[in-house]
Structure formats: structure tokens, C-alpha cells
């Protein structure tokens, strides 16, 4: 099946600040990445996703970037807030069917 | 709309009882998931169900069981108790068409 790396496992920012999130996968037919914000004691909630058909999508201060060839997707925050402070997940996925998730990246900004 | 429900919110097991994780969902999606999450980790797919009456394995099954005879209604039931079972499990939810998974809030798992 598909395996999902992530990096980094934390990351503090200063506010203000941008952070970005790396993850890469495995299985070259992975066509759907979705990234997900939790924070504590709650339930994970879709931030921004991007299809393989489009390099970069972005959504006010959030933006998502894909590079098929080398199999890998980013986050990218910008003009971080303390509301920002959560865990971020990212996802792949074949069919729509199975979901793939990495570990995790822990997000704190400093006020 | 309620969304994705979740019953029990917490629940602690012996070793060898068994239960059953509601999900209920009221948007007549049809793709529904079982996930759990360990400490520190992320998601992972237990089972999930295309539609009423079709169930398939995800990455993780074993211990576990699920059936959808309705729409609405996905549980999950955990045969004899294992700590290795010890989780929080998700229930989520997706239309046929559309990508986006909606989460329930979630059932803390603790066996002991």
C-alpha cells in the first residue's frame, strides 16, 4: 500500500512568520493529497487539497504545492497566527477509497 | 444537519470484553470510514464501506468489525479487547462524488 512520509514531526514559528510542511509518498498512482488541521482533543478538519492534475492551490494565507515526479507535496503557511497552532496532517490517496495519512506536524507560533 | 455523530465519547474495556462504536451520519453520504489514531501518530484506516451493504478492509482491520446496513449507520465492533486497541477511533463520512471527509468528533478507547 501507500506509505506517507511527513516532516517535520514540530515546528516552531515566530508570528508573522512563514512555516512549511513536507510530506512524500510512495505509490506514483496517488492522485488526491489533502491536508487536515487538528487541534487538541478535536477532530481533524480539511484545510486545502490539490489533485494531481495541478501543481500549486492556494486559499488566502494557505497554499499547497505537488511535485508528481518526485512525489511530494507541501504546505505552506504564511503570515502565521497563534490560531495557527495545531497539528497538520497530510494525505494520499488512490482511488477516493483508501486514505494514507503521515504522522503528523506539531505547529506552534510564538506570539 | 448534525453531521458525522460518535457514541460512546469515552469508554474503558478489561482485557477480553467487547463493544460496539456507534457512527451515525445524517448527509446520506455514501463512502463511510473507521480510522484510530495512537499518541502522536496519525490515521489509520481500520475499515470502510462504499455504500450500504459493502464493507472492505483498510490498513489496519484486525480485532475489528463492521457492518452497513443502512446509509446512515456504520459500527464498529471490537471483539475481544486487546490494550493494543487502546486509541481514539474516528468515524468519518463522504459523498460519492466530492473528496472532502467529514470527522466525527471522535470515541477515546482505554483498555485495561
Same mark, same amino acid.
Given at each position: 500500500?501507500?506509505?506517507?512520509?511527513?516532516?517535520?514531526?514540530?515546528l516552531?514559528v *515566530? &508570528?508573522?512568520d512563514s512555516a512549511v510542511i513536507k510530506c512524500?509518498?510512495?505509490? !506514483?498512482?496517488?492522485?488526491?493529497f489533502?491536508w487536515?488541521k *487538528? &487541534?487538541?482533543?478535536?477532530?481533524?478538519?480539511?484545510i486545502i487539497?490539490i489533485? !494531481?492534475?495541478?501543481g500549486e492551490k492556494k486559499d488566502q494565507r494557505i497554499a499547497v504545492t505537488l511535485n508528481?515526479?518526485?512525489?511530494h507535496f507541501s504546505l505552506h503557511i504564511t503570515e502565521t497566527?497563534?490560531?495557527d497552532?495545531?497539528?497538520y496532517?497530510c494525505?494520499?490517496?488512490?482511488?477516493?477509497?483508501?486514505?494514507?495519512?503521515?504522522?503528523?506536524t506539531?505547529l506552534?507560533?510564538?506570539? | 444537519?448534525?453531521?458525522?455523530?460518535?457514541?460512546?465519547?469515552?469508554?474503558?474495556?478489561?482485557?477480553?470484553?467487547?463493544?460496539?462504536?456507534?457512527?451515525?451520519?445524517?448527509?446520506?453520504?455514501?463512502?463511510?470510514?473507521?480510522?484510530?489514531?495512537?499518541?502522536?501518530?496519525?490515521?489509520?484506516?481500520?475499515?470502510?464501506?462504499?455504500?450500504?451493504?459493502?464493507?472492505?478492509?483498510?490498513?489496519?482491520?484486525?480485532?475489528?468489525?463492521?457492518?452497513?446496513?443502512?446509509?446512515?449507520?456504520?459500527?464498529?465492533?471490537?471483539?475481544?479487547?486487546?490494550?493494543?486497541?487502546?486509541?481514539?477511533?474516528?468515524?468519518?463520512?463522504?459523498?460519492?462524488?466530492?473528496?472532502?471527509?467529514?470527522?466525527?468528533?471522535?470515541?477515546?478507547?482505554?483498555?485495561?
Open positions: 500500500g501507500e506509505n506517507v512520509e511527513q516532516h517535520p514531526s514540530t516552531s *515566530q &508570528e508573522g512524500t509518498y510512495s505509490d !506514483s498512482a496517488s492522485n488526491y489533502p487536515y *487538528q &487541534e487538541l482533543g478535536k477532530r481533524p478538519q480539511l487539497d489533485r !494531481s492534475n495541478v508528481k515526479t518526485a512525489k497566527q497563534p490560531e497552532s495545531a497539528v496532517f494525505a494520499a490517496s488512490i482511488t477516493g477509497n483508501q486514505f494514507y495519512f503521515g504522522t503528523g506539531s506552534t507560533v510564538i506570539p | 444537519n448534525a453531521g458525522v455523530t460518535q457514541t460512546p465519547k469515552f469508554r474503558i474495556l478489561k482485557i477480553g470484553q467487547s463493544m460496539t462504536l456507534q457512527c451515525t451520519q445524517d448527509m446520506n453520504h455514501n463512502y463511510m470510514y473507521w480510522y484510530r489514531q495512537d499518541p502522536g501518530m496519525g490515521l489509520k484506516l481500520i475499515y470502510y464501506s462504499v455504500g450500504a451493504g459493502i464493507t472492505d478492509k483498510g490498513e489496519v482491520p484486525n480485532g475489528y468489525n463492521v457492518s452497513r446496513s443502512t446509509t446512515e449507520d456504520f459500527p464498529l465492533r471490537l471483539e475481544l479487547a486487546a490494550p493494543s486497541q487502546t486509541s481514539v477511533y474516528f468515524c468519518a463520512s463522504r459523498p460519492g462524488l466530492a473528496r472532502e471527509q467529514y470527522f466525527g468528533p471522535g470515541t477515546r478507547l482505554t483498555v485495561t
